[in-house]
T-cell receptor, first 115, second 116 residues
Framework: AQTVTQSQPEMSVQEAETVTLSCTYD???????LFWYKQPPSRQMILVIR??????QNATENRFSVNFQKAAKSFSLKISDSQLGDTAMYFC????????????FGKGTRLHILP | EAQVTQNPRYLITVTGKKLTVTCSQN?????MSWYRQDPGLGLRQIYY???????DKGDVPEGYKVSRKEKRNFPLILESPSPNQTSLYFC???????????????FGQGTRLTVV
């Protein structure tokens, strides 16, 4: 069975620092998608960044970037120059790239950005 | 504006009283799904739908029903709610990617359900 593990239930960093959230997954699939979602106190789920497994280049979206290590099945999220508005729960998610399959979420990492 | 709309946002109900949480998307997405979010358990999928009249069970379907009569709507039905269904519920919709798999989910704002 495919699983997604986020080993850090909670983290705190000072504003403007860089923080890395870890995510590992277990699968026998060769083609899949990986996502990071942000859930701020408003509770809405917001897609932060997406990575296709067949792409070797790490995805980047402004201050957010990933370190995708396919062989190690690792997909960490780096937030540079962290801001107070980055305070949220972050979910890593995995999706096999074939029909009729389910997206699988990790349990989340609660990130606090301290002023 | 592209969005997924859930209603209601908050609901308190009593055990056994049937309820429906509506979900509507305006992006013409084929794929829609329901999740529940519980502390320490993250998000778990309840049901999903690949298209109109096509639904399938997720990881935690017991106690829930869904229907997909129209592409834009995917209501979640609790025929006889119980206190263990107290949770935060999210509806999501996605396009299907080139290989037919859901891609980049857009989420509704969530429904906080309390069953007493």
């Amino acid at each position: 069975a495919q699983t997604v593990t986020q080993s850090q239930p909670e983290m705190s960093v000072q504003e403007a620092e860089t923080v890395t959230l870890s995510c590992t997954y277990d699968t026998s699939e060769s083609n899949y998608y990986l996502f990071w979602y942000k859930q701020p106190p408003s509770r809405q789920m917001i897609l932060v960044i997406r990575q296709e497994a067949y792409k070797q280049q790490n995805a980047t979206e402004n201050r957010f970037s990933v370190n995708f290590q396919k062989a190690a099945k690792s997909f960490s999220l780096k937030i540079s120059d962290s801001q107070l508005g980055d305070t949220a729960m972050y979910f890593c998610a995995f999706l096999p790239a074939h029909r009729d399959d389910k997206i699988i979420f990790g349990k989340g990492t609660r990130l606090h950005i301290l002023p | 504006e592209a969005q997924v709309t859930q209603n209601p946002r908050y609901l308190i109900t009593v055990t056994g009283k049937k309820l429906t949480v509506t979900c509507s998307q305006n992006m013409n997405h084929e794929y829609m799904s329901w999740y529940r979010q519980d502390p320490g358990l993250g998000l778990r999928q309840i049901y999903y739908s690949m298209n109109v009249e096509v639904t399938d069970k997720g990881d935690v379907p017991e106690g829930y029903k869904v229907s997909r009569k129209e592409k834009r709507n995917f209501p979640l039905i609790l025929e006889s709610p119980s206190p263990n269904q107290t949770s935060l519920y999210f509806c999501a919709s996605s396009l299907l990617g080139l290989q037919g798999s859901p891609f980049e989910a857009f989420f509704g704002q969530g429904t906080r359900l309390t069953v007493v």
